[in-house]
Each structure stands twice: as C-alpha cells, then as structure tokens.
C-alpha cells in the first residue's frame, strides 16, 4: 500500500490535496444554490467572463486576483441588470454577457503588442502549485461561501 500513500508524503501534493478539497468545498456550497435559483449557466458565464480583468490586471501590472474580482463584478451587475429587464430572460442576460466579456478578454489579449503572460496557465491554472497564502484564501472563501449560505437559506 506504500505506492498509494507515498505521493502524499510531499508537501506540494499535499497542498494540491487540501486545495482540490477547499475548492470542492466552495464549488458545492455555490452550485447547489445556483442550480437552486435556475442559473446553472451563470458560473461558465462567470469563469469565461474574468479573462478581461485577468487580461488587464496582467497588461497593466496588477493584480490579477484584483482584476478578476472587478471583472466578476460587472459581470454579476450586467446579469442583474439585464436579468430585469422584462424583454429579456435571464439566461439570455447570461449567454449575451458571456459571449460580450469573452470576446472583450480575447480582444484585448490579441490587441497586446507583447503579451508574456500565458493566460490559460492563469485561468486553468495548476493544482500542484498551490502555496500555502492560497491555501488560507480558498479557507477565507469557504467561510464566506458558507456564511452567505447560513444567511441566505430559506426554510
């Protein structure tokens, strides 16, 4: 049993452990209420719609965490904008801002005259490169994720 047990004696296996089960963690606590609400296109639209942060945190030198959270977050107002507009059902809202902040990410990759930053490491990213300061965010965002769920659950 020693081959099953044995990769796990390294400690960036481990971290990659830890963080595969965080995210699992968070990924269930939100899918559920998401999949609850009717909006199960919502988190593909929200993964494809950080590249333009991510895209200019990286151009500009910042932050990419920074630039994705933005991102995020005038993609959850569009979708809540768009989500009351009579003329429209949310699912749409969702697939036209999904489209419109994909194609804005790869405008604005394509547009860079020198780009270095090779974007699909930094939105696929990699599991065994998991550092510990990760490790205490995903925690920090378990803890909010369950929060909003304690806070938002309805009997």
Do not use: K, Y
Not at 22 to 31: M, Q
Not at 96 to 120: H, K, N, P, W, Y
Request: proline share 2%.
């Amino acid at each position: 049993m020693d081959w099953l047990t044995a990769p796990f004696e390294v400690t960036f296996v481990q971290r990659a452990l830890w963080g595969g089960i965080l995210v699992s963690a968070i990924c269930a606590l939100a899918g559920t209420w998401v999949v609850l609400r009717g909006m199960a296109f919502l988190g593909d639209a929200m993964s494809h719609g950080l590249l333009p942060g991510v895209a200019l945190a990286a151009l500009l030198g910042g932050n990419l965490l920074l630039g994705a959270v933005a991102s995020a977050a005038v993609m959850a107002a569009g979708v809540t904008a768009l989500g009351r507009t009579p003329r429209l059902s949310q699912d749409t809202g969702i697939g036209l801002l999904f489209v419109g902040m994909l194609s804005l990410g790869v405008i604005i990759v394509s547009r860079s005259q020198s780009f270095a930053v090779d974007l699909t490491g930094i939105l696929f990213g990699d599991v065994l490169a998991v550092r510990e300061q990760d490790l205490l965010v995903l925690g920090g965002a378990l803890l909010v994720a369950l929060l909003v769920s304690v806070l938002g659950h309805r009997a």
